[in-house]
């Protein structure tokens, strides 16, 4: 489709242009007027930027029976194959628009750091475009730089309006990230050469060497090499997700983090590594990721138990949430290793929904604890009676954390379970602890916050949220709702989207395992047969 | 021949004599003329490498070490007098403010 | 179909707008709510009444809401299904929910959140409505985990009492247990059937895709769902604990409706429940030995309302025994006549503890009968109904009930069927003495408590009134129609009841009779008697007393290894192991790092020397290499 | 290697030794004089004539007298208290021994196959004459040697910038790091 | 005139810097004197442009091709705005000397053109000690500091013993061949001598670039000399060594045995892990740079260890090279900006208040020395570096070259954390007013880190041409 104008580039300026517009006010005399206009500006920014993605999907969508995908490219380093390229079909749909919808929330949010001012608002404009950036991006090395990206104006934000223990807090943050990531780095480089040289030979005028969806025809990489770059991607996106036991990082940054960021944070940057899973790991490394299938849906299982088992020990709210993410999450990476598509349209929907509740439990405690002074859930309690609205949707919040029906959660975790099982009937059931610890520790902290006897009386200060704030978490809550009872709109968008990954990844498998019938006696990739069959069922149909 | 690379192997001994010399003096202007011997048996290098191969480019070199040596020891004198007036030593041993 | 969809929809959508209605102007006139709850409950219940005229014996209707969960080739509509069973349960739900919403209106009068308590109790119904109308497993699902939710509220109503709310999540987590046996069931039966529907489910054709293995696997699935919403063993603790909410709460969600949900799920996936005879004589023997224990619980509780809770458990454990012989229809009958006199016990028992002002210990009770007449009336119609003795309610449904054990033939409880025949019958006897027990500690004797008891309002008592008078009647109308009224879709029953004399009727009224005149000989006639058996008895009182020490046991078992396995996962693993590392690596690398500072001593001749070492290192290494 | 050769170079060995091992830096220096003449005289047993002079001139003469004059200017005491270690030393010298091990046998093999005719052909081509390396100087090696002429003014600007001081400003260190450790 | 046109620039700045020696001393303490230093190394830059590449192999131990163009350029262009960004801070220095000062900057440069343009070995011995010579002198200007004088005697002493070996190599590489010509001669048989000569240039070159483990004097040194000066050689010296390593080595590739591939890899991996790791522990910015800039040159030298396979390395390489220039000169301009002394990281804490465009531009700086989004000039760099090793087959060197650079981020990081996330230490909070030169300075110098990385093909062209040159296509 040719728009004339690159829309998908501006959907990443947009926000981007928008928060460094910001930054001049940040230094400006009247801080407070600067602040205020600032904020006006960014939510502006921000609505535009959703609405200029809902118009580019309404234009990309077309006739209904086709496929939405909207792309672009732009060359940026041809001479090694590296392009701007951009696509936005159902996939980068579901994240991109749960990116748009938490930053404006995140940015609507009454309650942010104290003399934040302009800055926040501009860092959280340009966190935005950043992980826009990295759902939109196709080209490996544009995602990479992307997915560095995005972190920084988190760790700003950390640093500059957070806990005590910000900046240490920071660096565990940043070293983790990025000491998984530049392996992917390396391991991109190396499907860059590689593909430079395979797609050189096919006579191509412009070589996409990087573009995943190029690179996944090619089906270049041997079982060896896909075992190490494939781990290099997985263990990259494992540390930014997180999965368990790389989670290291995750519970002071939560901890330490303003709400705001660790809102932002949660919801989003851990679901680039879901993303990126799925968007890349799986077209590109398809031998790989049904041999670490077990192993991933193992690691998914184990965590979803054990964060909820861990999260069950907590006393400070924040670490709760932070535990609890990895729980949920564990669901994606379960559904993600078990390869059908109900499992991995399950896992994306659940990653979409956990980004909604995760971000409203978070400022809603956020908004709570501040005003308690504590994040100690021992010392809350009673409050119920006092912030009747603020109980509300918590309540709607905390149900849909555990997942009941007609809330988005439901249906994401349901699809995970149900297409888990037929793959790993074992894993599914482990997971199936977490469910029910899950109900524990999230009633456990409703109750210890808001239910028994109040702490003391009421005074003028703990007023109930306010009006923009309620906006904000009804519009918050009706979204996780509308998906409940709904959701046959964003599923059936993004499963195409699955459809296709899946399909290159069959694609792949299939002529890996045509090629050993060919010769039997290399038995190097050991390909369970039923989930082979269905790949090939899928691919052919 | 083999006379002419025996110089070759003087060399080296001075060389690596010099080179001793720099590791285990402390006084700044005894490792400066430690220095300054190395060169010099790279010279001597220089001028039977030239014998061996019949022309004159070694011994042009030693030349120039050798204006280069006029050079450096101006200035190394230059700066262990500086060193000297902020230090009143010039044992390299005292010169370690700066490490770590 | 057509005209079904419409009214279909209205059933669950009348109480679920009646939720929103009765809270949002329930805060602004309080008195409003409860009218407006009620009327959505009404409405309901009429529209029950219309399909259940229209459905034929296995007709049915089917009410398509959403397409919900439907992508690819995945399609599990949100669709609502009426049939004769559903019928059963809606009628009930909608019927003596209305009765109990009407009650509640004058119980909770004076409470402050009036409008938050009709509007979960509107939910609650909606909920339950969903539950027994879904179509497929997702959408019963649905309404499985919507009453758990409502229950859960109810329950912390009072959220102000810590102890309240910790029943509530109590109730919550074990059923979530249960939930997990539902998924489960769901991911099996999806996963081998490819189908969730439960009328496709109930064919032979898509059963038969069900391997032996996982046919169990899923049927003990349902159960452990069933157990958890049922208050079975293992996860039957949180019941007693549950009567932490309003009575009104207790006498629909923990009695008459919710509890009885396990029991539904059985009859309509009695196809899969039967596909494998080890689960229904799991069902039997879990059934009998919950029945057992409630039972003798109840012997020792003082408090009226956990005698009655305790009696739940009972009873659902005789509606379990009925599941577990194969015997559905005789299940859901008695799931009927329960109804209504549970309903009525605890409505009456609400109007008790209202009427001695908030006390519920039988002990500071007695002689109520002169200060309440209405309620010791229908108390006393409800607790012959339950005894079942013969005209009454109970009667009909206990008696099939033993009738159907004795009639199994599943082949692992053939031989075991009259044992088991022996000990419901035993605990029938024991059910009539505790509920005669109950009978006399509260209405007769002299009063033992303080103030002044009243008789409650008639909003309060009409109610009562009508559900006695449906435990008296009910299971009269069910006896001739016991059939046609519930079988539907469910498998005939065996035998017929209602033909037999009356020295039959009184054979079956025996156990119940013979319990009331125990307990009236010990409380009323022979209280010497009475301490001697006590005294005698007093190590089976205590652990009776004592619950069986089931929560106790659950605690050791299950809750402290959790609590000390998430300290351990929290402590050990997660801040030792998981960020230790990191910390430990980043400590290493500083080490090493202060050590390369440390090479860089400032010293020239210290520099000199390592150049000199590491040049000679790569002349002679290299040198080597080659 | 002819007598001379080998005295000389037995002289430059052993004044090298002086020059290192001596306590006294003035004795070194002296040392270091000696040491040079030798070389010089080993240039000119090399044929290097020019550089044999250059030698002289240069180093005993110019380099040597400044290094004299500034021993004399700061008039340092023989060496300092501190003893050296005995490792330190033992591990210089078996260090400098590996690498005259490693490096000499790998030039003596270049050169083993040339015939002693072929050297003394070379010979004859390679006298360091004066004319003869003039006319490398101003030929082949111009560039370099203008060069040499900036060398040489670094060195007497440098010298200079260095040796610049205000008044009265001789003494210990004035401040410390800006944020060491 | 072959031999007179290569020659034309570095003939500009020696006998401009003469010129200047004389003029200047008319115009002490005025700025018109440093804008003509500024304006003869704008000239030597035009004359850059002007002169054509040598035919054929020089004769004059001079040669001009693509690669020692860009080499030039860069050099000068590092130099013109060290010395621009640092006018003001030379002053504030302390340094009296100012004349001397320019001219030996000057002289420096020069010193480094030949480094660039040598052809022979001799040229690059008397390029290697003129550049080096004024060095020496430089960083011992700030006459009356301790640390000065000491950094400069450290630098004269450990330079002098390391040119020794440089000269060693060369020595025997004229003992082995007979010619002082970098030219490969075919006659020649390979053999242990000239192999030993290639790892004794490689030690004394080592030792010039700062590689470990020669790189003791970095650190010091780096601390030790005004920030100007450092500012000056971190770019300076870094271009022109790196200029004669390249040649050297490539010189030494062309004889068959892969004599190269251990020593280099050993040297680059214990440049990148000594150099992060010292850096990690360092609470001095220069020194930490310094460190830093150990482990940069390790990250550069894998590229050139990859250089065996093919030019695309040396086109690397010679790209990281230009944008770490950019990003050194850039961060030490700054500290140089904030004050004579500012070298603890408690000197910028509060950095963001006192002048948000020194603190914005440093952070652009160490952003991209830890090759982070938005300085993508790091990115891009590292990119190009480790896919040449990744081609070359050198899996385990880019392995730990990855990780290095991932530990990097640890340090680098805390530089922008102090400048804007800190507050600054009660004596100083005065805002910093940044001349106008020095701020345009900076500026280009940021401006050049986003750009180079964003639009990296017309550098890529570049430095593509350039490596062709010099390794032959």
């Known amino acids: 489709m040719d728009i004339g104008w690159p829309p998908l580039s501006f959907v990443i300026l947009l926000p981007l242009i928008g928060g460094l517009v910001c930054l001049g006010p940040w230094f400006a005399p009247e801080r407070d007027a600067a602040s205020r206009l600032c904020r006006t500006w960014s939510l502006v920014v921000s609505s535009l930027t959703l609405a200029l993605l809902l118009a580019v999907a309404q234009g990309g969508m077309g006739a209904p029976d086709v496929l939405l995908s909207v792309s672009e490219t732009r060359a940026w380093i041809p001479s090694l194959g590296i392009y701007w390229n951009l696509t936005l079909d159902g996939l980068s749909l579901a994240f991109t628009l749960l990116t748009c919808v938490v930053s404006l929330a995140v940015l609507a949010w009454s309650a942010r750091p104290a003399q934040a001012g302009a800055g926040w608002y501009s860092l959280l404009l340009i966190g935005q475009a950043t992980v826009l950036g990295a759902f939109l991006a196709t080209d490996l090395v544009v995602f990479y730089c992307f997915f560095e990206a995005m972190l920084l104006p988190m760790l700003a934000a950390m640093a500059l309006w957070g806990g005590p223990r910000r900046f240490q807090a920071a660096l565990k943050f940043l070293l983790y990230t990025m000491v998984g990531s530049v392996m992917m780095f390396l391991a991109i480089l190396y499907i860059g050469w590689k593909g430079l040289g395979v797609l050189a030979t096919h006579g191509a005028e412009t070589i996409f060497a990087f573009d995943v969806t190029t690179l996944s025809t090619t089906k270049m990489l041997g079982p060896d090499e896909q075992l190490w770059l494939g781990l290099a991607f997985l263990i990259a996106f494992a540390v930014k997700t997180p999965i368990v036991p ?29 993303y990126g899973i799925i968007r890349f790991a799986m077209p590109l490394f398809p031998g790989f990721m049904l041999e670490a299938a077990p192993h991933l849906a193992a690691l998914g299982a184990i965590g979803v138990a054990y964060g909820a088992a861990v999260a069950m020990a907590q ?48 400022l809603v405690f956020g908004a709570i604890t501040d005003r308690e002074g504590t994040r100690d859930m021992d010392s809350l309690g009673g409050l119920a009676a006092r912030i009747p609205v603020g109980a509300f949707f918590l309540m709607v919040f905390s149900i849909a954390a555990v997942a009941l029906p007609l809330t988005s959660s439901f249906v994401g975790e349901f699809l995970v379970i149900i297409g888990s099982w037929q793959a790993f009937p074992q894993w599914t059931s482990v997971a199936l602890i977490g469910v029910v610890l899950g109900a524990v520790y999230t009633l456990t902290a409703y109750l210890k916050v808001m239910f028994g006897p109040e702490r003391e009386p009421a005074t003028a200060s703990d007023a109930d949220l306010q009006g923009g704030d309620v906006l904000v978490l009804g519009a918050l809550a009706a979204l996780v709702i509308i998906l409940g009872i709904f959701p046959q709109g964003a599923l059936s968008s993004i499963s195409p989207a699955i459809e296709v990954q899946l399909a290159q990844a069959a694609g792949s498998v299939e002529d890996e395992a045509k090629a050993q019938l060919r010769a039997p006696l290399s038995a190097e990739v050991t390909v369970q047969p039923a989930r082979l069959e269905s790949a090939i069922a899928e691919s052919s149909r | 021949m083999g006379s002419v690379v025996t110089y070759v192997g003087l060399s080296l001994v001075l060389f690596a004599i010099g080179a001793v010399g720099v590791c285990i003096r402390r006084n700044a202007i005894v490792v400066f003329m430690c220095i300054e011997m190395m060169l010099n048996a790279v010279n001597l290098a220089f001028v039977a490498f030239s014998k061996l191969q019949g022309n004159l480019d070694g011994q042009v070199a030693v030349f120039f070490v050798m204006v280069i040596a006029a050079a450096e020891s101006a200035i190394g004198l230059a700066i262990i007098i500086a060193l000297f007036r902020n230090l009143v030593s010039v044992e390299t041993t005292d010169a370690a403010q700066l490490k770590w | 179909m057509g005209s079904g969809d419409l009214r279909l929809s209205l059933v669950v959508l009348a109480p679920a707008l009646g939720a929103l209605l009765s809270y949002v102007i329930g805060r602004r006139s309080p008195k409003l709510s409860g009218v407006i709850a009620s009327g959505a409950v009404l409405v309901s219940f009429l529209c029950s009444v219309l399909l259940w005229q229209q459905v034929g014996a296995t007709g049915s209707f089917t009410a398509t809401l959403s397409s919900w969960i439907s992508f690819g080739d995945v399609s599990l509509p949100l669709q609502l299904y009426f049939d004769k069973l559903s019928a059963v349960m809606c009628l009930v739900v909608t019927g003596v929910g209305f009765l109990i919403h009407l009650y509640s209106i004058g119980y909770m009068a004076h409470d402050e959140s009036v409008a938050r308590f009709f509007s979960y109790l509107n939910l609650f119904v909606a909920a339950m409505l969903v539950l027994v109308l879904g179509k497929s497993l997702p959408v019963i699902f649905i309404g499985w985990e919507g009453v758990g939710l409502c229950s859960y509220l109810l329950i912390g109503f009072w959220f102000a009492n810590t102890e309240y709310a910790k029943a509530g999540r109590k109730a919550f987590v074990m059923n979530r247990i249960g939930d997990v046996g539902f998924i489960v069931a769901m991911a099996v039966l999806y996963t081998q059937c490819g189908t969730l529907d439960v009328v496709e489910l109930g064919q032979g054709s898509v059963l038969s895709k069900l391997p032996a293995g996982l046919a169990f696997l899923a049927g003990l699935s349902l159960f452990v769902a069933a157990t958890g919403k049922s208050a079975q063993i293992p996860l039957f603790t949180w019941l007693p604990d549950a009567m932490a909410g309003p ?37 039997m023997w879990v059934a009998l030995v919950t029945s057992a224990i409630a039972a003798l619980t109840a012997l020792a509780q003082n408090d009226i309302k956990k005698v009655l809770a305790y009696s739940t458990v009972s009873q659902l454990g005789f509606m379990f025994l009925a599941v577990g012989a194969g015997q559905y229809a005789i299940a859901l009958c008695h799931v009927v006549t329960h109804a209504f006199f549970k309903a009525c016990l605890f409505l009456s028992a609400g109007s008790v503890i209202h009427g001695c002002h908030h006390e519920q210990d039988m002990r500071r009770m007695g002689g109520l009968a002169k200060a309440m007449p209405i309620t010791a009336i229908c108390y006393g119609v409800a607790t012959l109904a339950i005894a079942g003795i013969c005209p009454f309610a109970g009667y009909y449904s206990k008696h099939a009930i033993l009738g159907a054990i004795s009639g199994t033939t599943n082949p692992l409880l053939v031989a075991a069927a009259p044992f088991i025949g022996y000990a419901a019958t035993a605990i029938a006897v024991c059910t009539a003495f505790y509920m005669a027990r109950s009978f006399i500690m509260t209405f007769l004797g002299g009063y033992r408590g303080e103030g002044h008891p009243h008789e409650a309002p008639l909003v309060m008592t009409a109610p009562v009134g009508v559900l006695a008078l449906l435990s008296v009647i009910g299971g009269f109308l069910l006896v001739h129609p016991i059939t046609s009224f519930v079988t539907g879709p469910l498998p005939a029953t065996a035998g017929e009841h209602g033909s037999e004399g009356f020295v039959s009727l009184l054979i079956g009224s025996l156990p119940g009779l013979f319990g009331i005149a125990l307990a009236a000989y010990l409380f009323l006639v022979a209280p010497r008697e009475k301490e001697l058996l006590r005294r005698i008895f007093s190590p089976v009182e205590k652990l009776c007393g004592g619950k069986f020490y089931v929560d106790e046991i659950l605690q050791v078992l299950v809750v402290t290894p959790c609590r000390k396995i998430s300290g351990i996962a929290f402590r050990a693993v997660d801040q030792r192991i998981v960020e230790g590392s990191g910390s430990a690596l980043g400590s290493v690398t500083q080490a090493v790092g202060e050590l390369t500072c440390r090479i860089t001593t400032g010293q020239v001749t210290t520099y000199v020397l390592l150049m000199f070492i590491a040049a000679a290192a790569f002349f002679s290494v290299f040198s080597q290499v080659r | 290697m002819s007598f001379m050769g080998f005295v000389l170079s037995a002289v430059a060995v052993a004044s090298a030794l002086g020059v290192v091992f001596n306590r006294n830096p003035l004795y070194s220096a002296f040392h270091l004089i000696v040491n040079l003449l030798a070389m010089a005289g080993v240039y000119s047993v090399l044929d290097a004539h020019f550089l044999a002079v250059t030698q002289v001139v240069v180093y005993a003469g110019a380099i040597m007298v400044l290094v004299l004059f500034v021993l004399m200017l700061l008039n340092l005491k023989a060496g300092s208290g501190r003893k050296l270690g005995i490792f330190r030393p033992l591990c210089a010298i078996a260090v400098a021994c590996s690498v005259v091990t490693t490096v000499y046998p790998a030039v003596e093999s270049n050169f083993k196959d040339l015939s002693l005719h072929e050297l003394q052909e070379k010979a004859w081509r390679s006298e360091g004459t004066v004319k003869a390396v003039g006319e490398e100087l101003y030929g082949r090696y111009v560039r370099q040697f203008e060069l040499s002429s900036l060398v040489l003014l670094i060195g007497i600007v440098g010298a200079v910038t260095l040796s610049k001081r205000k008044e009265g400003k001789i003494g210990p260190r004035e401040g410390g790091l800006g944020g060491g450790k | 005139m072959n031999g007179v046109t290569s020659f034309a620039p570095i003939l500009t700045l020696s006998l401009g810097s003469l010129v200047y020696l004389v003029t200047g001393k008319l115009l002490e303490r005025t700025k018109l004197a440093a804008f003509l230093a500024f304006g003869l190394v704008v000239a030597a830059i035009a004359m850059l442009g002007i002169i054509p590449d040598s035919i054929g192999e020089s004769e004059y131990g001079l040669i001009v091709n693509d690669f020692s163009r860009l080499l030039a350029v860069v050099a000068c262009v590092g130099a013109l705005v060290s010395l621009v960004s640092t006018r003001a801070a030379v002053e504030g220095e302390g340094i009296d000397t100012l004349n001397e000062y320019y001219f030996l900057a000057l002289t420096a440069l020069s010193g480094a053109l030949v480094m660039i343009f040598c052809s022979d070995f001799l040229s690059l011995f008397i390029g290697v000690e003129v550049a080096s010579l004024a060095l020496y002198c430089l960083c011992g200007s700030r006459i009356h500091r301790g640390i000065s004088a000491e950094s400069s005697m450290k630098y004269f002493l450990l330079g002098c013993f390391s040119s020794a070996f440089l000269l060693l190599g060369i020595a025997l590489w004229y003992g082995a061949t007979g010619s002082l010509s970098m030219v490969p001669l075919a006659a020649v048989p390979y053999n242990a001598m000239i192999f030993l000569s290639f790892l004794m240039m490689l030690v004394g070159l080592a030792f010039k670039v700062g590689l470990a483990p020669f790189h003791f004097w970095v650190p010091d040194v780096y601390q030790g000399a005004p920030t100007s000066v450092t500012t000056f050689m971190s770019c300076v010296v870094k271009v022109a060594a790196f200029a004669a390593l390249l040649k050297v080595l490539v010189l030494g590739f062309t004889y068959p045995q892969p004599w190269s591939f251990g020593a280099l890899w050993v040297l680059a991996v214990l440049a990148m892990t000594l150099g992060n790791l010292a850096a990690l522990q360092q609470r001095s910015i220069k020194r930490m740079l310094a460190y830093s800039s150990v482990a940069q040159a390790g990250y550069m030298l894998v590229g050139i260890v990859s250089t065996e396979y093919g030019s695309d390395g040396v ?94 981020c640890a340090y680098y990081f805390r530089i922008p954390v102090a400048a804007f996330f800190q507050s600054a230490p009660a004596q100083q909070t005065q805002p910093i007013s940044v001349p106008l030169t020095t701020a345009l300075a900076l500026v280009l110098c940021a401006a050049a880190v986003v750009l180079i990385g964003l639009f990296p093909e017309p550098l890529l062209a570049l430095v593509r041409d350039a490596a062709d040159s010099l390794v032959g296509p």
């Not at chain 1, 109900?342 to 439990?361: N, P, Y």
């Not at chain 5, 440093?362 to 993508?376: D, H, Q, R, Y």
Request: aromatic share 8%; net charge neutral; proline share 4%.
């Open chain 5, 315 to 408: 086109a690397a390489t010679l790209f990281y090279l230009v944008s770490y220039c950019a990003m050194t000169v850039g961060s030490f301009a700054v500290l140089a900006a904030v004050g004579p002394d500012a070298d603890g990281v408690d000197s910028i804490q509060g950095l963001g208040k006192r002048s948000p465009l020194l603190a914005g531009c440093l952070t652009v700086f160490f952003l991209g020395l830890a090759g982070l989004p938005p300085s993508m000039a790091g990115l891009t760099s590292k990119l190009f570096v480790f896919s040449e090793a990744l081609s070359a087959g050198l899996y385990g060197l880019a392995i730990i070259a990855v990780l290095n650079s991932a530990l990097a």
């Open chain 1, 315 to 362: 006393r400070d709210v924040r670490s709760l949430l932070a535990y609890s993410s990895v729980s949920h999450l564990g669901f994606c990476v379960l559904g993600i290793a078990a390869a059908t598509e109900m499992a991995v349209t399950g896992a994306v929907f659940q990653a979409v929904s956990h980004g909604l509740v995760t971000a409203a439990l978070f």
């Open chain 3, 247 to 283: 009575t009104p709460v207790s006498a629909l969600i923990h009695a008459a409706t919710m509890v009885t949900a396990g029991i539904y799920l059985m009859g309509r996936m009695h196809g899969i429940v039967e596909l494998d005879p080890a689960v229904p004589a799991i069902i």
């Open chain 1, 246 to 274: 790389l989670h290291g990082w995750l519970p002071e940054a939560y901890r330490e983090a303003p709400h705001g960021t660790a809102a932002f944070t949660a919801a989003l940057l851990g679901k680039v590594g879901i």
